[in-house]
């Protein structure tokens, strides 16, 4: 493989500017580094609903800095993640992701990176976190210091941001980034990033809202909203759709019936408007809305304490059955499994997951509220083909929280215990791998770590658990 690079760099030097060479050699490198520390299956994966008994195993456990700092003493990958990426025998999608969400968390929580030949690259940041949640192969980062040249074109009412980086997994630039701030969310690819600017809120009632589409090369354009309000934005992991959704509109914005609804604007990656939507409810407050990783669907917190099912293609809309036991007007947790074919459906309710072509729904009567307790909340996660879900739920009563992982296989509860971890920060959730051989234990919200945003004096995103699935 390593003669492959040395030839196809001959070929390449000619024809090729010295940056653009240089991309060209890093990316060879980095194919090579995967060729040999996750080496593609050459025997026969057996699934894990293959087999009778299950064994859930903890890989690695990381609750301070001082403990993540201690495990790298002899570098990356650790001895126990070599192995297991090593391991033919687990589908070759798993074994990426697992190194994509460790490399993920160290660059995060020590701003360190590890390049193709295991060093250690150290930047020098303010904060460095994911814009894709599930598997984190670019990491935002706002370098050290204010680094925004005097009279530089900047975002509506982004004056006082930061200009960004866009580093993959291995610590190489890729892209520069208009606004590095908790709210944007980039592609899978890291091509595009999106934002709401401008737009309704206290400091600056009934201001002109913007959709932001961030690029990579560190340009941006804005296209004005039509309706005054305050925004959620998403965009899907292959980038194809991007949805603003409008949470807290003026009442010049109403349905058929009169009541404020919407709107939804629909957007290809190139900014071009696709549809308006607007739902049968109004959508209330989302952090983040759910997205398939195709943008054929989104979700999304609705008045009522409703769930709105938004069909981002044909632009029809659904509020699903009102959750079980939820208190009124709470955000709700979203997310869809890596195939796009399960809604896993939480937050401070018993959970359910629903089947996205059949619309069947599986309900978790163990997350619910048990007697002498505040109200749980749950945050559920699956994998493809529903194989493996898990259930992350905070209950007690505060200030003695403690959080309870079950961990179903198919509808065979194979794990329940306690997360016991120093955990500073609620929620957590438990994400689970493509296939299901594997489940990472962190802070639900994965930027957290931007202390210039948000006030935090940590910088970090612990704890860290990682764990597997073992089949007999």
Excluded at 104 to 129: G, K, M, R, W
Excluded at 256 to 281: C, K, M, S
Excluded at 419 to 438: H, K, L, M
Aim: glycine share 6%; aromatic share 12%.
């Amino acid at each position: 493989m390593r003669m492959f690079i040395v030839i196809v760099i001959c070929l390449l030097a000619s024809s090729l500017s010295a940056s653009d060479l240089f991309d060209v050699v890093q990316s060879l490198r980095q194919q090579v580094w995967e060729s040999e520390y996750i080496p593609e299956s050459t025997i026969p994966v057996i699934p894990l609903t293959d087999y009778d008994e299950f064994e859930v195993i903890e890989l690695f456990r990381a609750e301070t800095i001082e403990e993540l700092e201690a495990s790298l003493m002899d570098g990356y990958p650790f001895a126990w993640l070599e192995e297991t990426l090593k391991d033919e025998s687990i589908p070759w999608e798993d074994r990426y992701w697992l190194d994509r969400r460790v490399r993920a968390a160290i660059s995060q929580n020590l701003h360190v990176f590890y390049d193709t030949e295991n060093n250690p690259v150290h930047i020098s940041a303010d904060c460095i976190f994911p814009g894709e949640y599930y598997w984190r192969e670019h990491m935002i980062v706002d370098p050290a210091g204010w680094n925004v040249p005097e009279g530089a074109e900047r975002p509506v009412a982004a004056a006082w941001w930061d200009i960004g980086y866009i580093f993959n997994t291995f610590g190489r630039k890729v892209g520069d980034l208009a606004l590095p701030v908790p709210m944007i969310v980039m592609s899978r690819d890291g091509e595009i990033s999106v934002i709401s600017t401008g737009g309704n809120s206290p400091e600056y009632p009934n201001e002109q809202p913007y959709a932001c589409f961030m690029y990579s090369d560190g340009t941006f354009f804005e296209v004005p909203l039509d309706v005054i309000g305050m925004y959620s934005a998403i965009v899907s992991q292959d980038g194809s759709i991007v949805a603003f959704s409008c949470v807290h509109q003026s009442e010049s914005s109403t349905s058929d019936q009169g009541n404020p609804t919407g709107p939804v604007y629909i957007f290809d990656r190139d900014a071009n408007h696709l549809r308006t939507i607007f739902p049968e409810v109004q959508l209330e407050w989302c952090w983040r809305p759910a997205i398939s990783s195709e943008g054929e669907y989104l979700c999304h917190t609705a008045r009522g304490a409703n769930t709105c099912l938004i069909d981002c293609i044909n632009g029809k809309s659904e509020v699903l059955v009102k959750p079980i036991g939820i208190r009124e007007q709470i955000t709700n947790y979203y997310s869809f499994s890596p195939d796009r074919s399960i809604l896993n459906l939480g937050g401070a309710t018993t959970g359910r997951t629903m089947d996205i072509s059949s619309r069947n729904v599986m309900l978790y009567n163990e997350t619910g509220r048990r007697d002498s307790e505040e109200q749980p909340s749950t945050v559920l996660c699956s994998s493809n083909d529903h194989i493996c879900t898990s259930l992350t739920t905070m209950r007690g009563n505060r200030p003695d929280f403690y959080w309870e992982l079950v961990v179903y296989l198919e509808d065979q509860v194979i794990y329940s215990n306690r997360v016991t971890a120093e955990i500073q920060f609620f929620p957590i959730q438990t994400d689970v791998s493509p296939n299901g051989n594997y489940l990472i234990v962190n802070p639900q919200d994965a930027c957290h770590g931007y202390p210039s945003a948000f006030g935090y004096e940590e910088v970090y995103n612990l704890p860290l658990i990682a764990m597997c699935i073992e089949g007999r």
